[in-house]
């Protein structure tokens, strides 16, 4: 006899992003099995009740982009009030002397950031192997599994160093053979398929210029192979642009179609600086864009063409970035960071908070390549995140679901994650966190000694 899971109803929740379950969820196991109308009842009985009359419930945010280890860096005074190029210089020196012991707590304390933020998947962008940190995916994968969070996890790397006129030191370059077969030893130990996996494995060259056109061909021959997802970062600046024209007489999208990349096995952070017609190739790609408005702004990069990019077929998804370039890990923060410079191009009527709150949710889960989180409904994920309203800031908010943005949420009082709870009172289960600051700013410290 099959033993049944535990059925528990979020029950009725001050407001729900989603009309259909206004009388909130219930989850059984790891996923959610029924979405319970404004009003309504369960149409079983079930074993628990969680009463969310005091909370907001969103699914569970989906991260697209971030580097944690760039935690150990953030305002960082030789790398303040500097463009993309200059502050990738200034900072690879400082990365490239990365141990084993910084990355573990710079990736645990970034997960627990995100995780408070309402955050239930992320992502990282990992490209620094030196010497010292040949098994940083290895330890991610571990820290992930102990927080019990979703992991997007990325096999990162950088071929052209300094030697060869890239922007790296010649210290975090690695052969393009060792990077390979790294890749496919990662994917095999350690991606998982199908609904409600925990951990997956995409294949992510730092930048199309940091690695060679033969790494770039065999990064997309890989993921076909394994079918996994292909991510880079594309188009962030103008000076990008010009660099890309100088080097292969051609534009950033041109030389990544070139290379077999443009696909909607891929997915892109930043994406800004497209033209009208590339817009169209991306969306009739498929080809995903992970939007980070804080990272743009603080770098003075630009603005993402997010409802172009939308309208023409591309998913959009959320994304914090790094944390020396934005320099929080904070999703709830960064959707509101979405909302204010979105109206910067887009009238209030077209970038609604609705539309941010999809891009955070469903939007990211399509970046990665999911269909099995970001919502609400039956089948989906137990990846919940519920807000409380009972702070300074929201008082006097009519519209609850409008106020997470507008009144600037930045902490989610529960959430869940494949029916687990873990945060609960607004703290992380099992991490004590002033120890983990403590440890964390050490690390820090040590870091920027090594220079
Ligand atoms: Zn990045």
């Not at 909607?264 to 790609?285: C, K, P, S, Y």
Request: net charge negative; with cysteine; glycine share 8%.
């Amino acid at each position: 006899m099959t033993e049944t899971a535990q059925t528990l109803w979020i029950r009725h929740p001050l407001a729900c992003a989603d009309e259909r379950a206004a009388g909130g969820v219930v989850v059984a196991g790891s996923r959610i099995v029924e979405a319970v109308p404004a009003g309504g009842q369960p149409s079983q009985p079930v074993d628990a009740t969680f009463d969310a009359s005091r909370h907001v419930l969103l699914p569970g945010l989906v991260n697209t982009h971030h580097h944690f280890y760039q935690t150990l860096t953030r305002a960082y005074s030789p790398a303040l009030n500097k463009e993309l190029f200059p502050w990738l210089t200034t900072l690879y020196d400082v990365w490239a002397n990365l141990d084993e012991s910084q990355l573990a707590l710079a990736s645990e304390l970034a997960m627990v950031e995100l995780l408070m933020s309402g955050c239930t998947t992320v992502a990282d962008h990992h490209y620094v192997f030196s010497g010292a940190l040949l098994n940083a995916i290895d330890q991610q994968v571990e820290t992930a599994r102990r927080l019990g969070v979703r992991a997007a996890l990325t096999r990162g790397s950088m071929s052209v160093g300094r030697d060869d006129g890239g922007l790296p030191p010649q210290s975090v370059v690695q052969d393009e053979q060792t990077i390979i077969d790294d890749s496919q030893r990662l994917i095999e130990r350690y991606h998982e398929r199908g609904d409600g996996a925990m951990v997956t494995l995409a294949l992510a060259p730092c930048s199309p210029f940091s690695v060679s056109r033969e790494l770039m061909g065999e990064s997309a021959r890989l993921a076909e192979t394994h079918d996994v997802r292909l991510h880079t970062h594309l188009a962030e600046t103008e000076d990008e642009t010009g660099y890309c024209q100088r080097l292969f007489g051609m534009r950033p999208l041109d030389y990544l179609e070139d290379c077999g990349w443009l696909s909607n096995r891929t997915w892109l952070a930043h994406g800004i600086h497209f033209n009208d017609d590339e817009v169209q190739r991306l969306g009739r790609a498929g080809t995903g864009i992970a939007h980070c408005p804080s990272s743009n702004m603080v770098l003075g990069s630009g603005m993402c063409r997010t409802l172009e990019l939308e309208a023409a077929g591309a998913p959009v998804g959320l994304a914090v970035d790094g944390s020396a370039s934005n320099d929080h890990s904070n999703l709830a923060e960064e959707m509101r960071q979405a909302m204010l410079l979105g109206r910067l191009r887009y009238s209030p009527g077209e970038l609604t908070h609705e539309a941010v709150i999809r891009w955070a949710t469903r939007g990211s889960a399509r970046c990665l390549g999911r269909d099995d989180i970001g919502g609400l409904e039956p089948g989906q994920q137990a990846d919940l995140a519920l807000f409380r309203l009972d702070e300074l800031r929201f008082s006097g908010a009519e519209n609850p679901l409008a106020a997470l943005l507008l009144c600037g949420a930045h902490r989610a009082d529960r959430v869940m994650v494949a029916g687990r709870w873990r945060v609960i009172d607004a703290l992380p289960c099992d991490i004590d966190l002033e120890a983990l600051m403590a440890k964390h700013d050490e690390a820090a410290r040590r870091l920027r000694a090594a220079l």
